[in-house]
């Protein structure tokens, strides 16, 4: 062997790579037959299952968008579909089910009730179906159906249970979406209610405050203002008018100071006539024709005396006027009390406009909020009765079967080509592992590679293999392919 050659022999070449295979071919083979043989038989022994599926699909509702606004329909697929799911998938329902249908008679005798149900939940798939086909996202923006499936043994009752679970998918929406929309509807009701009582009490409350400050409030603070400008100058006229009165009544009352203090002539002649009389009386007798004349003339004096003492025509004017004049000014004093009155009222009413114009604001603000509530409410109330009117008649978003369920005709496991290729490949890999397990923990010596490797240096010489009989043909030509392909001569190999 030459110096060349000796690295080449450091590895396990392929050629004795597949030496190795080929000695230990029925290692692989066995395995391989063994695998095929038992993935078969689970495949022919295996229970069949088929599937019956149908689509559903969230329909838009059959009505103006403006009108009624819809739900979302991922929302709804995310969360109608899951409660519904849920709905079914309860125990209650399940045994209905499996009741009715009929269903896993065999394990019923072989695991417990609750095992069974977990059975029955397996075999039920609810799966979301997106715009593009595929699986819809997390957040369901792009659902828009879902495919509904039942598996079990049976076909005709796989299409059974899958059209029962469709009626109820249906039956179960159609509920939801009409409870959802009726408790919503007598929600916004009871709101509409509460907010109209509302608006009834802050009215209340407002004409109470209007009528407390009445004349003070803001439309009425500057009417007031100008009759108390009218009411003020009212009172001056009628104090400049008493104020006359007063002076013209001191003027007469002076007049007739004047007209009873000035002398009367009938007094002058019944003093003159009864000092005559005391000068007679005191010369002559009672009986003396003087005397008795005398006498008679006081008396005479004194009856013109008494006649001049009763009023005369112009004082008896002069006190008719002081009279009216007294009248009129207690008139007016009275009349300036209520004007006085009035003002000192306004006034008040005007110190209690801020107050009043305070409270007004805040009711009618008040008033505002709510009525602006009662309007939206009063139309997402209506908006919602027509909606629950539109579930009712099944005019809103529902399901629709796209896809009926239908007999499957092929079960969808077991696959038996795939089942038997499976074991054949497993049994293939077992094989060759078994040999690379072998082969390592054995630790034969495999060609001049090997014993370079133990020896830490090439063989002096190689022995061939005698005889044609010894190797396969196969494993001759398979040789020197290999040997041309390293293009160089066989160093294993020689002409004897």
């Known amino acids: 062997m030459t110096d060349e050659q000796a690295p080449n022999l450091s590895v396990i070449s392929p050629l004795e790579i597949f030496a190795i295979f080929f000695r230990r071919r029925w290692w692989i083979v066995v395995p391989a037959v063994i695998g095929t043989v038992a993935a078969l038989a689970a495949a022919l022994l295996m229970t069949p299952a088929y599937r019956s599926q149908a689509t559903l699909l969230i329909d838009a509702p059959e009505i103006p968008t403006g009108f009624a606004p819809p739900v979302q329909s991922a929302n709804y697929a995310n969360e ?3 409660k519904i799911r849920e709905q079914i998938m309860s125990r209650s329902s399940l045994t209905r089910l499996i009741r009715e249908a009929g269903l896993y008679k065999r394990e019923q005798n072989e695991m417990s009730f609750e095992d069974l149900l977990g059975v029955m939940r397996n075999s039920i798939a609810v799966d979301l179906v997106s715009a593009n086909g595929r699986q819809p996202s997390g957040n369901g923006n792009d659902t828009i159906a879902f495919d509904l499936s039942f598996t079990y043994s049976d076909p005709v009752a796989a299409h059974k249970v899958a059209e029962r679970l469709v009626a109820m998918f249906l039956t179960e929406d159609k509920r939801l979406r009409t409870e959802k929309a009726v408790s919503t509807a007598s929600f916004l009701t009871r709101r509409v209610d509460d907010l109209r009582a509302q608006m009834v009490e802050l009215e209340g409350k407002r004409r109470e405050v209007e009528s407390r400050y009445a004349g003070a409030l803001p439309d009425q603070v500057a009417l007031s203002a100008q009759s108390g400008s009218s009411l003020r ?5 009628l104090d ?4 006359g009165l007063m002076q013209q009544n001191g003027l007469l009352a002076a ?3 004047e007209i009873a203090s000035a002398p009367k002539p009938e007094f002058e002649a019944l003093r003159t006539a009864e000092d005559r009389l005391a000068q007679l009386s005191a010369t002559y007798s009672d009986t003396y024709p003087d005397v008795v004349a005398a006498r008679a003339a006081v008396s005479r004096q004194r009856q013109a005396a ?15 006027e002081m009279a009216a004049a007294r009248s009129r000014i207690s008139s007016l004093a009275a009349r300036r009390g209520e004007l006085v009155g009035s003002i000192s009222q306004m006034d008040r009413m005007t110190a209690m406009a801020p107050q009043a114009t305070y409270e007004l604001n805040n009711l009618e603000r008040d008033y505002d909020n709510l009525k602006r509530q009662y309007q939206d409410v009063r139309d997402k109330q209506m908006e919602a009765q027509v909606t629950a009117n539109l579930q009712a008649e099944n005019k809103g978003e529902r399901f629709s079967v796209v896809n009926a369920a239908s007999i499957p005709g092929d079960p969808i496991r077991p696959k038996r080509l795939q089942m038997v290729a499976g074991g054949l490949f497993g049994g293939l890999a077992l094989g060759f592992a078994l040999v690379v397990v072998w082969e390592v923990l054995a630790g034969p010596i495999h060609g001049v590679g090997a014993v370079t490797r133990l020896m830490n240096a090439p063989p002096l010489a190689v022995v061939p293999v005698l005889g044609s009989g010894s190797t396969s043909p196969l494993f001759e030509r398979i040789s020197r392919l290999l040997q041309k392909r390293r293009g160089r001569p066989n160093s294993r190999r020689a002409e004897a």
């Open 306 to 320: 008494l006649s001049s003492m009763r009023p005369s025509p112009g004082s008896g004017v002069v006190a008719s």
């Open 233 to 237: 100058a009212e009172v001056s006229r």
């Open 240 to 243: 400049a008018e008493t104020q």
């Open 80 to 82: 109608s579909v899951a």
């Open 255 to 257: 007049r007739s100071e």
